[in-house]
């Protein structure tokens, strides 16, 4: 609907307004508010009447009333927002028709002169309830979410293989050496002193002792391999 149509629509809805009053209203404001008092009484049609005039259909007259131009006349309900989702908390489970009455009479009573928008409050109203039975519906079906324990992990103690350190055969080969040599040279001093003895003594056995010699050379060699081997 454009501006001229709202004009036309303002003026028609005036005349009948006087028509059925008796010619009290000087502005469309005054008929709408004499609208609003009979509307609350007896029974006050005018759409029939005000489609003749407009030559449209009394239902477009009385929807165009309703979601379009009366809102001139009310209040914006947008500082009433949050006043009304509180209300709806207590509306919940009602119809929206029940539940836009009671917020109205709840407003209202705070402020006589108050003048709200059905529509507009019926939309939000309807709007808050469909949103909180949907919230319940989501809340009732949603599975409880479950916390599983943490898992406690015990480190192991590693126990290292215990290595069993061996000599190096160096180690004994240099071992064998020393006491071979040690026992060496004991038995060579030892035969010398007595080789020297039997010289001086002009023996004629001065080398008897070298199959002795030999023998405990060899004596020797057996007992360090028995011994370090």
Known sequence: ????????????????????VGNTC?????????YVKKQSGVAFDIWKDM?????????????FYHNTWSKMFCDDISPYRDTIRNYIKEYNGKS??????????????DNESLQLHYQTVYQYVN??????NKQSAKAKTQKPKVIKPKETTVAK???SPKIIKSEPIAVKEEIFNFSFQQSLQKELTSDS???EQKTNDNSDTQFSSCPDFCMIY????????????
């Open 96 to 109: 929206t028709q029940e539940a836009v009455k009671q917020v109205i009479s709840h407003l209202k009573a």
């Open 51 to 63: 489609s003749i005039i407009l030559d449209e259909s009394p239902k477009k007259v009385h929807d």
């Open 127 to 132: 709007y808050q309830l469909m949103n909180a």
């Open 218 to 229: 060899a004596d020797n060699i057996f007992s360090i391999f028995d011994c370090e081997l």
């Open 1 to 20: 609907m454009n501006n001229q149509f709202k004009e036309q629509f303002g003026l028609a809805f005036m005349e009948v307004i006087n028509q059925k």
């Open 157 to 159: 103690k590693v126990v």
């Open 193 to 195: 002193s007595c080789l």
């Open 26 to 34: 000087n502005n469309i404001a005054e008929a709408h508010e004499e």
